[in-house]
């Protein structure tokens, strides 16, 4: 009998687990998807009758598949007669996938996670960065290795998806920030992809991740993975790199799938040791022997940079930080308060009092916020919120951390001061010696 299935998912890793794993399985019939409200507040649509899309669903699935709400779980597996939920995403506590568990085994379904099954071969080597915890520091990790591998070869990043939008394109494939600005992409995204592209790295991402790896074998000798949240790598990698955040250390072994990716590491990068304690590094340093003696570890600092940082002294400032670290991935703050406090700002204003529409309803979703603002911007309307949130602050100065260049998304009269940090190494291995290490792995 067919068995019928509800994927449990964010706009991302659930429409890569339905492709690649139920969407020509004749045993299957995915009847819907449901979306966590709480991880992407004001996501661009939020329609009840958002569809998952026929061009990308396939043959079997002439009408699309239709997305329901997380809140409705148990109504969607009584009324459609449900055999089981899968939960396809990320950067969730150990108790709480087991309380998604609990909810579909008591309206009367089974309950499954998908494991390496949905990692795709690749017929270039592929290496990947990946964390235990959203906001380690992937991003000046994943910049770094891609500007080591390009000095010896062609490399593409590959970017975990962020489809929040309309589900058009199966790939997209961006060079400049003009790419991102005609695809009408979402502050979240521009924070992934804008760094590389400011270092020279073209940036494919898209729905359908067998035609994103199709057209990265085309352009590269090697695929750099540059993963989202905590997800797995969707792509089987030769070279698997997992960052640890001592300043949540613990972390590392209570949240999912960051556990199995540090299970599954070939190194683990330490990373923000310079504003760590020497026993919250231990702490992470002894969790990853244990769970994987095998891997190498990497010690790093996450070193921020402020070009002009004479200008933040003695200034009220609103500290914008990038998104995801501090909502889901539960950091209270981040590189734009670090900055304020190093360069001796006189005060680090608190923007909840002034927060406007749903960036007030961030707020209430997220109550572990320190006095920062996250850049969240889902949608037009919710960048208009977040200049009003700004405004309505009443600072002389916003220092932004999060990886765009936010002065060219968002119309405020206060000036932007911008905050940039990369990984540094602490002693060896580094990243450029796991290189060179693995040369022949990676045909280089």
Known sequence: MVRRTVIMGAAGRDFHDFNVC?????????????????????????????????????VNYPEGIPIHRESDLESVVREKDVDEVVLSYSDLSHETVMQQASR???????????????????????????????????????????????????????????????????????ETKADLDNAGVTIEEREEYEHHIEAGHVVLSGVDYQAVLDRAEAE?????????????????PDLHIVLAD???????????????????????LINKENSASESEIQTVEENVRDRNPEAGIIHAESVIRVSNPDEIRDQRVLAVEDGPTVTHGEASEGAASIAARQHDAGEIVDPSPFAVGSIGAVFDSYPHLGPVLPAMGYSPEQIGELEATIAAADVDLVVAGTPIDLERIVDVDVPILRVQYEVSELGEPTLESIVEANADLLGL
């Open 22 to 58: 139920f969407r020509e399985d004749p045993d299957r019939e995915v009847v819907g998807f449901t979306r966590a409200e709480t991880q992407n507040v004001g996501e661009l649509d939020e329609s009840p009758d958002r569809v998952y899309p026929s061009h990308l669903a396939g």
């Open 104 to 174: 579909a085994l008591a309206a009367g379904a089974d309950f499954r996670l998908i494991g390496t099954d949905m990692m795709l071969n690749a017929s270039v080597p592929v290496v990947a960065v990946d964390a235990v915890r959203t906001g380690c520091g992937k991003s000046g990790v994943s910049r770094r290795l891609a500007d080591i591998l390009n000095d010896e070869t062609d490399v593409v990043v590959v970017r975990e998806p962020m489809p929040y939008g309309e589900l058009s394109s199966a790939v997209n494939r961006f």
């Open 246 to 268: 001592p300043l949540r250390a613990g972390h590392e072994i209570r949240y999912h799938p960051g556990e199995t990716n540090l299970r599954l590491a070939d190194y683990v």
């Open 220 to 236: 590269a000798d090697i695929i750099m993975w540059d993963g989202g949240n905590n997800e797995l790598p969707f792509f089987d």
